[in-house]
DNA sequence: AAAAAAC
């Protein structure tokens, strides 16, 4: 498999300035961040399309020499994003996907079906961390969009031994559309490899087959949300005692008290209690110091990346606030000012706090004459699963949700995010950090332009503005009015979207 | 209150 010892140097915060400036508007995609596929027919169905693609770049795409791609080392990166490693295991930072001793159909995979070019920072650093033995757990915090999706999915996919057909990678999601999301890059990435694999979501009503009708799972990685992984555990539909590689996506999350606590550290138990060896990896763009704390405990000899939170704001996504009147004036800012202005710019996600102003949300744009569509958990599974593929497809523009999609939901097109209300914890008046960050991020994938309005319109609004502010030492610029055009206009124009 | 949920 990979290289033991390697008689190199710890990772460093690497700084190196770009040597470039950056690029206008959508940067070209030199490293690995992940889909990137401009949708060129929003009604076609992408398999057919990206065949073609995939044969006329195979040529391009396998022959990249690697002087090229040590000459681009520094460029695009989207922000020059400070990483710290904490380490007593020397590692070499990988610049190219070739230092990774990865099998020859996971590169071709990484170059002609994603086409990735070179690894992205987080990915340079976390994969030989990953990859090699001893296979120590890891603790990995990098930014919104840098490509943290490729890091584990790659581990798990090379770490498989593909004639042994048994589970032996899990992957734990907190949604049904993440991870059907992790999924669907998995069987991209990993389309050479021949690895099979399986997404334990709850099914819709239409293929719906008793568990116990079922036959035990085959496939060789199980990527799902926690409810439907225990139910096949517990029925012994998916054995464990192969798995050597576990992963958290949105660990912080995942491993939070009013969060998914209690199922991941059951799933953990379960695995560890039957499996000799298993490599536990936890992925964020969010640890707070409660939650790194309590993670810190429940891994084992671990590796560990982070990320101060005065540098975890994208740079590239510009923040406003807005000052309305009334609840009733934020609707009027969406749609006369927001969605007019912003509807040649790219896709819009509008986030909500509760499933009801959703609701009352969508049904006040509708009648208003526009279209948009809304997801919350009490959607139907089906319909769920529609609109997030109608919206991924660009056939909707604007997308209502709570934060069910507050986390890790990557569609490259969304460049506005709208908080109609700004995130709060439960039972306290903080503001929720986490999901704040999270939700920005939805925009500026891989370094993308952005804009985020947020909508307030109370004094309990601009204290908890005013906190977020502080608390990730970025600046929120204001709207001037609420009720002029020409300062939205310049708005958009500041974030360099029109 | 949001998220998962073949209970």
């Given at each position: 498999?990979?290289?033991?010892?390697?008689?190199?140097?710890?990772?460093?915060?690497?700084?190196?300035p770009?040597?470039?400036a950056?690029?206008?508007?959508?940067?070209?995609?030199?490293?690995g961040?992940?889909?990137?596929d401009?949708v060129?027919?929003?009604?076609?169905?992408?398999?057919?399309?990206?065949?073609?693609?995939?044969s006329?770049?195979?040529?391009?795409?396998?022959?990249?020499?690697?002087?090229?791609?040590?000459?681009?080392?520094?460029?695009?990166?989207?922000?020059?994003?400070?990483?710290?490693a904490?380490t007593?295991?020397?590692?070499e930072?990988?610049?190219?996907?070739?230092?990774?001793?990865?099998?020859?159909?996971?590169?071709?995979?990484?170059?002609?079906?994603?086409?990735?070019?070179k690894?992205?920072?987080?990915?340079?650093?976390?994969?030989?961390?990953?990859?090699?033995?001893?296979?120590?757990?890891?603790?990995?915090?990098?930014?919104?969009?840098?490509?943290?999706t490729?890091?584990?999915?790659?581990?798990?996919?090379?770490?498989?031994?593909?004639?042994?057909?048994?589970?032996?990678a899990?992957?734990?999601?907190?949604?049904?559309?993440?991870?059907?999301q992790?999924v669907?890059?998995l069987?991209?990435?990993?389309?050479y490899?021949g690895?099979?694999?399986e997404?334990?979501?709850?099914?819709?009503?239409?293929h719906?087959?008793?568990?116990?009708k079922?036959?035990?799972?085959?496939a060789?990685?199980?990527?799902?949300t926690?409810?439907?992984?225990?139910?096949?555990m517990?029925?012994?539909?998916?054995?464990?005692?192969?798995?050597k590689?576990?992963?958290?996506?949105?660990a912080d999350?995942?491993l939070?008290?009013?969060g998914?606590?209690?199922?991941?550290?059951?799933?953990k138990?379960?695995?560890?209690?039957?499996?000799?060896?298993c490599?536990?990896?936890?992925?964020?763009?969010?640890?707070?110091?409660?939650?790194?704390?309590?993670?810190?405990?429940?891994?084992?000899?671990?590796?560990?990346?982070?990320?101060?939170k005065?540098?975890?704001?994208?740079?590239?996504?510009?923040?406003?606030?807005?000052r309305?009147?009334?609840?009733?004036t934020?609707?009027l800012?969406?749609?006369?000012?927001i969605?007019?202005?912003g509807?040649?710019?790219?896709?819009?996600?509008i986030?909500?706090?509760?499933?009801?102003?959703?609701?009352?949300?969508?049904?006040?744009?509708?009648?208003?004459?526009?279209?948009?569509?809304?997801?919350?958990?009490?959607?139907?599974?089906?319909?769920r699963d529609?609109?997030?593929?109608?919206?991924?497809?660009?056939?909707?523009?604007?997308?209502?949700?709570?934060?069910?999609?507050?986390?890790?939901?990557?569609?490259?097109?969304?460049n506005?995010?709208?908080n109609y209300?700004?995130?709060?914890?439960?039972?306290t008046?903080?503001?929720?950090?986490e999901?704040?960050l999270?939700?920005?991020?939805?925009?500026?994938?891989?370094?993308?332009?952005g804009?985020v309005?947020?909508?307030?319109?109370s004094?309990?609004?601009e204290?908890?503005?005013?906190?977020?502010?502080?608390?990730f030492?970025?600046?929120?610029?204001?709207?001037?009015?609420?009720?002029?055009?020409?300062?939205?206009?310049n708005?958009?124009?500041?974030?360099?979207?029109?």
């Amino acid at each position: 498999m990979a290289n033991a010892a390697e008689d190199t140097t710890l990772a460093p915060p690497q700084n190196a300035p770009p040597q470039n400036a950056p690029p206008e508007n959508v940067p070209p995609k030199r490293w690995g961040d992940e889909e990137d596929d401009p949708v060129e027919e929003p009604s076609a169905s992408s398999s057919n399309s990206e065949e073609k693609v995939a044969s006329e770049l195979k040529v391009e795409a396998l022959t990249i020499n690697d002087d090229e791609s040590k000459i681009n080392k520094f460029l695009d990166e989207p922000q020059d994003s400070n990483i710290t490693a904490v380490t007593d295991t020397p590692y070499e930072s990988a610049s190219s996907f070739e230092d990774l001793n990865l099998s020859p159909d996971l590169l071709k995979g990484l170059y002609v079906e994603m086409k990735f070019q070179k690894p992205s920072k987080i990915q340079g650093i976390s994969l030989p961390m990953i990859l090699n033995p001893p296979h120590k757990d890891l603790i990995a915090q990098a930014h919104n969009g840098s490509g943290k999706t490729t890091c584990f999915v790659l581990g798990m996919l090379s770490r498989i031994d593909p004639k042994l057909k048994m589970p032996q990678a899990l992957c734990v999601c907190p949604t049904r559309e993440l991870a059907i999301q992790n999924v669907e890059v998995l069987r991209k990435m990993g389309k050479y490899t021949g690895i099979t694999s399986e997404c334990a979501v709850p099914m819709d009503s239409k293929h719906y087959v008793p568990i116990s009708k079922q036959p035990p799972i085959s496939a060789q990685v199980v990527v799902g949300t926690p409810g439907t992984i225990k139910k096949w555990m517990s029925s012994r539909k998916l054995g464990v005692t192969k798995i050597k590689i576990l992963v958290f996506d949105e660990a912080d999350h995942m491993l939070a008290e009013d969060g998914f606590k209690d199922d991941s550290l059951r799933i953990k138990k379960d695995i560890e209690k039957h499996s000799s060896h298993c490599q536990v990896l936890l992925f964020s763009a969010t640890f707070n110091e409660n939650v790194k704390n309590f993670v810190s405990r429940i891994v084992k000899d671990y590796n560990q990346l982070f990320v101060k939170k005065e540098e975890l704001s994208l740079e590239a996504v510009k923040q406003y606030k807005v000052r309305c009147p009334d609840e009733h004036t934020k609707t009027l800012v969406i749609k006369d000012r927001i969605l007019e202005l912003g509807e040649h710019v790219g896709q819009t996600i509008i986030f909500v706090r509760t499933r009801n102003s959703a609701s009352i949300l969508h049904k006040a744009l509708v009648d208003l004459g526009y279209a948009v569509t809304t997801i919350q958990g009490a959607v139907s599974a089906e319909d769920r699963d529609k609109i997030v593929q109608e919206f991924k497809n660009n056939l909707t523009k604007v997308l209502i949700s709570t934060d069910l999609l507050a986390r890790g939901f990557d569609q490259q097109q969304i460049n506005l995010v709208i908080n109609y209300d700004l995130p709060v914890k439960y039972e306290t008046s903080e503001p929720d950090y986490e999901v704040y960050l999270h939700r920005i991020g939805r925009a500026g994938r891989f370094g993308r332009k952005g804009a985020v309005f947020n909508l307030l319109c109370s004094d309990r609004d601009e204290m908890l503005m005013s906190k977020i502010e502080h608390y990730f030492g970025s600046k929120v610029a204001e709207v001037k009015s609420w009720d002029s055009d020409e300062d939205f206009n310049n708005a958009l124009e500041v974030a360099g979207l029109l």
